[in-house]
């Protein structure tokens, strides 16, 4: 349950910058692994090129993310604004792709060894074996889960992104800004997709392929609704929990399927997920 | 006794060297008087570029240095590289484009089984010689096909033989659990480990699988805990088997761990972290990319000096080095086939390479029937300090 939890706890992080940009600005975006894997990237380049240590490289990698995601927002998103909503889909798809490649080229397409941020040693309480470097992964989590709670909750900027995700149009008539909001929207989701990505990459080493993960985080974000934030994060750890269960109740090769079954059966009974609420439509 | 499936496989692998026999008699496509023309063919992108790109570089700085000697009989070598973007309908086109359109004379890849398998078709009916210098699907060499060689790598037949009399040397409790990858590439590997426990006998197989992509195996390490296995063989790609050396450390499991050839890299210690420490490997050759053998050394400082942007990467790695040492091999190859080159001398040549030493993999023997270079792998241990050796014994699997 515990390793469940810990790996859902990631999911819960990519879901939650995912479904942050659909709601905010309509786009599905496919290229958040890419920016997940180049947040990574970046913390390796501090350290073994730039000759930071954990905590400063930490800090360089989320900034630059979130300037990546400003010029994304800048350079293509806002020239794309008035486009039908599935050109800007596609063009995650290809900031994704050139993020990866490009990368690839640079760094090589060995693996990069990521520092975890405790100690691996294992601790025995109880008769239960509890490693610190995968507690950091859920701490980390669950940290970044109730900043982003506090901002939504007790920050006017914060009320002013939820207002406009909710009511763009609303938003505009009481004086919020479209444009600065889905740019802090563009910010503030790059940002997490690095941090996912840091929490992750010790685990699983660091490749130009590791934004595959954002698959899960696609899943968890449609179990919770695909447009609530709370139901992003219990999405994404209740993936985990039932990945970890089937795996170790049904057969480990048969995990993943298990899991998507689960997420098939949901969208079927609950188009809306989880946690969204069908919404009626006057026509 | 030679069963019937043995023998049709024989008569097999003869049919299709004898059917494709004409295809290269005096065939000097690509061949100049002052030059011969090589295509490299290998995944520069996609998830398979680790090998492509050590395929090209290994091969470049290979021509390179034999071009600067003064070249072979005469000629000197050009090369043009065709990325397969780790895709095999892009290494299909990327193959008829070197062949059709750059009329190359010899081609050096692909560099990956996804890409290579399907193409096996393609490349066997075109005549052209092609030489591989990683990828390890056995369909490639077996039934061999005249045109088609491979040095350096060991295949996954041959791997799974190696690992099982390994494993079953080590085992003193006669138990060993094979812990591998859902795809093709575990199931083939762990089959074929199993296969061979199973012919030398006495030995208790439990089997645990897992995706690729997955991060967490504590319910197979679990399960493993309660066997009595005190040999755990791990046959997957590099990502996930670090996962599962450091949470089967982390977890306490009392057994000797043994990765694929797919865990011999020089950066995996270091990916895994200081639970990597006394794990083994199978290993491909006897020589690191990190030695002190005397051509080791000469060909890492040749390639840092040559390709700095892949030496910061912590590169020379595996793949540079049995890329290197197959555009050695097939240099080798076209200086035996003389001045009056042709498909078919290549060829011919090649064929009578014997126990051929680059100094910087194992070495290569090929003949009228063989096609597989090198049939033999050693074990690999990494140290407390996460350095790694090679163990002096070599294993075979003829």
Same mark, same amino acid.
């Given at each position: 349950?515990?390793?469940? %939890? ?69 350079? @293509? ?9 599935? *050109? ?36 025995? *309480? ?42 763009? =149009? ?5 004086? *919020?800004?479209?444009?600065? =909001? ?59 929990? *039932?990945? %970890? ?16 079954? @689960? ?19 006057? @026509? | 006794?030679?069963?019937?499936? $043995? ?49 090209? +570089? ?42 059709? &359109? ?56 041959? &791997?799974?033989?190696?690992? +099982? ?41 439990? $089997?645990? &699988? ?39 450390? &982390? ?25 990597? +420490? ?121």
């Amino acid at each position: 349950m515990l390793s469940g %939890a810990i790996a859902g706890s990631v999911y819960a992080l990519i879901a939650v910058g995912l479904v942050l940009i659909h709601n905010g600005t309509g786009v599905v975006n496919f290229g958040f692994g890419d920016q997940l894997m180049a947040g990574v990237y970046i913390l390796v380049f501090a350290q073994q090129f730039l000759g930071l240590s954990l905590p400063p490289a930490i800090l360089v990698a989320v900034i630059v993310s979130g300037l990546i995601g400003l010029a994304i927002q800048y350079l @293509v998103m806002t020239p794309l604004r008035n486009r039908p909503v599935l *050109i800007p889909i596609v063009a995650t798809i290809a900031i994704g792709a050139a993020l990866r490649e490009g990368i690839r080229a640079f760094m090589g397409p060995n693996p990069w060894p990521v520092p975890f941020l405790l100690s691996t040693s294992p601790y025995r *309480i109880a008769g239960i074996s509890i490693v610190p470097s995968d507690l950091a992964i859920l701490g980390t989590a669950i940290v970044v889960m109730l900043c982003l709670y506090a901002f939504f909750e007790f920050t006017k900027y914060g009320q002013a992104i939820l207002a406009a995700c909710a009511n763009p =149009t609303g938003a505009l008539i009481v004086g *919020i800004p479209a444009g600065a =909001t889905t740019t802090s929207i563009w910010v503030l989701s790059s940002m997490l997709a690095a941090i996912a990505g840091i929490v992750i990459a010790p685990l699983t080493s660091l490749t130009p392929d590791i934004g595959l993960i954002a698959i899960k985080g696609f899943a968890a974000a449609v179990l919770g609704g695909f447009a609530s934030l709370p139901g992003a994060v219990v999405g994404g750890i209740l993936l985990g929990i *039932i990945e %970890a269960l089937s795996g170790y109740y049904v057969s480990s090769a048969m995990k993943d399927i298990v899991s998507y079954a @689960v997420l098939v059966a949901v969208i079927i009974l609950l188009p809306s997920g989880l946690f969204n609420r069908a919404t009626a439509r006057k @026509v | 006794m030679v069963t019937r499936r $043995e023998i049709l496989k024989v008569a097999g692998g003869a049919m299709v060297l004898v059917a494709t026999k004409s295809a290269y008699a005096a065939d000097a496509t690509g061949v100049t008087d002052d030059k011969i023309k090589i295509g490299i063919l290998g995944d520069l992108t996609g998830h398979a570029a680790h090998w492509g790109s050590g395929n090209l +570089a290994g091969g470049t700085l290979a021509f390179e240095e034999i071009n600067a000697a003064g070249g072979i009989n005469g000629r000197k070598l050009e090369w043009i590289s065709v990325d397969s973007e780790s895709s095999a309908p892009k290494g299909i086109a990327g193959f008829k484009r070197l062949v059709d &359109q750059e009329k190359v004379f010899a081609i050096f890849g692909p560099t990956s089984s996804a890409v290579g398998v399907p193409l096996l078709k393609t490349m066997a009916s075109s005549g052209v010689p092609i030489f591989v210098p990683t990828f390890s699907s056995p369909l490639i060499t077996n039934p061999p096909v005249k045109n088609i060689f491979r040095s350096g790598t060991l295949n996954d037949a041959d &791997q799974g033989r190696i690992i +099982a009399d390994y494993v079953a040397s080590i085992s003193k409790k006669r138990s060993i659990a094979l812990m591998r990858q859902s795809d093709e590439y575990g199931k083939n590997g762990a089959t074929n480990v199993g296969n061979r426990l199973k012919e030398i006998g006495n030995v208790k197989i439990s $089997e645990e &699988q897992f995706n690729a992509s997955d991060t967490d195996f504590t319910s197979q390490l679990l399960r493993i805990r309660e066997s009595d296995a005190d040999v755990m063989v791990v046959y997957g790609y590099p990502a996930p088997s670090a996962i599962v050396m450091r949470q089967a450390k &982390q977890l306490g499991l009392p057994v000797q761990i043994v990765g694929s050839t797919a865990t011999a890299s020089r950066t995996y210690a270091a990916t895994v972290g200081k639970e990597a +420490a006394g794990t083994r490997s199978m290993t491909t050759t006897k020589y690191l990319p990190e030695g002190d053998d005397a051509e080791i050394v000469k060909f890492r400082k040749a390639f840092e000096a040559r390709f700095p942007e892949l030496a910061r990467q912590t590169r020379p790695e595996a793949t540079d080095q049995l890329a290197y040492h197959g555009a050695k091999t097939l240099i080798e190859g076209l200086k035996r086939a003389g001045r009056d080159l042709t498909r078919e001398k290549l060829i011919s040549s090649l064929e009578g390479l014997k126990d051929f030493e680059t100094g910087i993999a194992s070495a290569t023997t090929f003949g009228p029937d063989r096609r597989e270079g090198n049939r033999s792998g050693y074990v690999l241990e990494i140290k407390d300090d996460l350095s790694r050796i090679v163990l002096p014994k070599a294993y075979s699997a003829i």
